[in-house]
């Protein structure tokens, strides 16, 4: 079992406050991603819940024990950073052994854990090796092996991937999703990219300046933000927003890939817009738009030329909108018709 909660906590440096009032829960055998930018409180989080930092008012549990007071060693919590730091000197198999030895497991134990741990992650054939002989994915593969070899309950990760490079990053994120099915224990998973986060996550906690913006599962926070910070964190390009021409400071936003090139039969709007740049992906071109509105980005597998002049289409079933501080409102029929009436008479 490895449920987590956090009621209440807040967590000041000096007058600083950097966790204001955070109230998370962390289910039992979940892939839990952080996710927010830079500075937002992610660490800071993960640091109280293993017990290297303290909260300064707010309590913290793992299934239903208050942990406050308990240290590190006793939380039954592996963590993993960004900077692994294995001992050079020390084998595979030694670096990974090394945390049972402390513990005190007996030989026999220690040595059918490790045995095991190297088969789930794939280092079987490495073990007598150095560390310095390995490359950068086998090393990192080292660092969870040592965590997970503790058999805790909750396993934490801070950036674990961001000194790799990006198909070997690509290629570790598939092997930790299966590495969580197998073990069924809950991971907490810290990152500012929000692919990882899309990518690894059952449940995403988006962070903003030491508070939580939206907590929900990859697809609802895609489809279903609730506001523009979360809205425009998922997806690239970011979500297009137009803010200028409705009452009230309402604001629209649609996603690049609901900005049709072609005509869309659904109920929508029509926008006129002229091609600035684009830019081949392969199966998809991303193209700039110069509108009424600004700029607006469109993400189409329609192949269009430099300087086209287009009808853009886009279905009042893939808008979404805002109120004047970015809150999410509803659309009903009557923003619907004051959206219509707006674009009617904009675009003639
Ligand atoms: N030991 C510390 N002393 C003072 N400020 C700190 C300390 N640790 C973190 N901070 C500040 O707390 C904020 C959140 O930091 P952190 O949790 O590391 O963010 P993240 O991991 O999301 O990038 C930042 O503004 C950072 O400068
Ligand atoms: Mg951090």
Known sequence: MGAIRLKDVTKKFGNDIVIDNLNLEIEDGSFTVLVGPSGCGKSTTLRMITGLDEPTSGEIFIDHHK????????????????????????????????????????????????KDICEVVGLTEYLERKPSTLSGGQRQRVALARAMVKQPKVFLMDEPLSNLDAKL??????????????????????????????????????????????????????????????????????????N????DGMQLGFRPEKLYLQKVGKEHITIQAEVVTKEMLGAETIYSLKSAYGILMAKSQHEVDDDSHLSLWVPFSDMYLFDGQGCRMTLG???????????DRQEG
Request: glycine share 6%; charged share 25%; aromatic share 10%.
């Open 244 to 247: 200028n021409v409705f009452p």
């Open 67 to 114: 942990i406050n007071d308990l240290t590190p060693g006793k939380r039954d919590i592996a963590m993993v950073f960004q900077n692994y730091a294995l001992y050079p000197t020390m084998t595979v198999k030694e670096n990974i052994e090394f945390g049972l030895e402390n513990k005190k497991v007996p030989k026999a134990e220690r040595q059918r854990r490790v």
């Open 333 to 343: 029929e009557a923003e619907k018709y004051v959206i219509k009436q707006t674009f």
């Open 169 to 242: 990053r690509g290629q570790m994120r598939v092997e930790l999703i299966g590495l969580h099915k197998k073990l069924g224990t809950t991971f907490v998973y810290v990152t500012h990219d929000q692919v990882e986060a899309m990518s690894m996550a059952d449940d995403i906690v988006l962070m903003k300046d030491g508070y939580i913006v939206q907590q929900s599962n990859p697809r609802e926070l895609y489809q279903n933000p609730n506001c523009i910070y979360a809205a425009q964190f998922i997806g690239t390009p970011q979500m297009n927003i137009i």
